[in-house]
């Protein structure tokens, strides 16, 4: 029996003989008619590192099985680039088209279940193939130099939790191992592997969330957070605040910025942060929130647990983008002798190029003016009012 053997050298040069192209490679790991295995697996393994190292990917072909009992009794290993597309794949009007790969290539290796016992032998092997074979220089891009190890994997989610996706995280890794060649593995096998972990957590994120929170409350009972669900125990509405955001409202909590045309996620929730500005004039975090609606209720619930976060200490002035589900929750919520709602300049300048029209939007007099106007900060209500009839 012929063991399994393990070889990391690049592929040789090929020769080419009858119009087809002979990989070089060491003798003791060339398919040889007779070679006995110990499993099925084992033959598999060894065609596929003798394809490694030769320059070609294989793929799994047909198999037949024995009628008595199941057991596989042929098994055919062939080169990728067996066979022809089918004409119909061809002509789909696919939005995607998928380069054809498939060049009628004969190169293949047959294995064969020994009657009376459970080994394997090579029956058949064809050596040549139909096209050239891969060089040494792009010999780490064939499938079969390409293995997910879970050094892999762990640099993957380590990076995922600094939202640091799967193709900086393969240019970080490529510094890392000194080149693409040491690489083993290509950035759509990064892209699949965060692919497949979000396809695995997809129903349960939302359990995840919550656990998450509460093992954070169990190390710092200083961490706020707060949730709600549907009658179908859907999370609707969730709610946090951390230490340095609580500590950061308590010093610098008399002004408050909440925002609501952050994107939303998959599952359409907004995201609402609550933001404010330090001493150093650098914006700081208070909370945040997840939404599934922006409506009165909502925004209710909202305001409520950012109270019973912040020990029921109301901020001085909120501001927000002008909305009536918000304004309604405020009156409700917050105490109107201590806190002022006002509106965000930043949206209001914004929607001013859609409310003027394209021609004032496009005067730069009008928009200097305006924003004289606007932006001034030692004009007083007497002031503001003549100079904005005088522009209008």
Known sequence: TVPYPTCTTTPLCAATIDNEWIPSCPSHLKPVVGIKFDTLQQGISFYENYARVSGFDTRLYSTKKRKSDGKISLKYCVCNKEGFRETPRL??????????????????????????????????????HTHPLTTPNSAHHSKQSRNLTLTHKKYIMDNSRANIGATKS??????????????????????????????????KDAQMLIENFKRKQEMCSFVFFKYEVDDKQHLIRVFWADTIGRKNYASFGDVVSFDTTFSMNEYCMVFTPFTGVDNSKSCVTFAAALLYREDTESFVWLFEAFRAAMSACDPTCIITDQDLAIKIAIERVFDSSRTRHRLCMWHIMKKV????????????????????CVWSKHTELEEFDEVWNSIL
């Open 353 to 372: 190029l859609e409310k003027v029209g394209p021609t004032l939007a496009q005067n730069e007099d009008f928009m200097s003016e305006f924003c004289k």
């Open 170 to 203: 393969y240019r970080l890794m490529k510094e890392h191992v000194g080149g693409y060649q040491n690489m083993a593995a290509s950035v759509s096998d990064l892209k699949n592997f965060q692919r497949d972990i979000r396809k695995h957590i997809r129903g």
């Open 91 to 128: 002509q789909s009007n696919c939005k995607k088209k998928r380069p054809i790969t498939r060049m009628g290539c004969n190169a293949r290796i047959t294995l064969k279940l020994i009657n009376d016992q459970d080994n394997y032998i090579i029956f058949s092997f064809h050596e040549g």
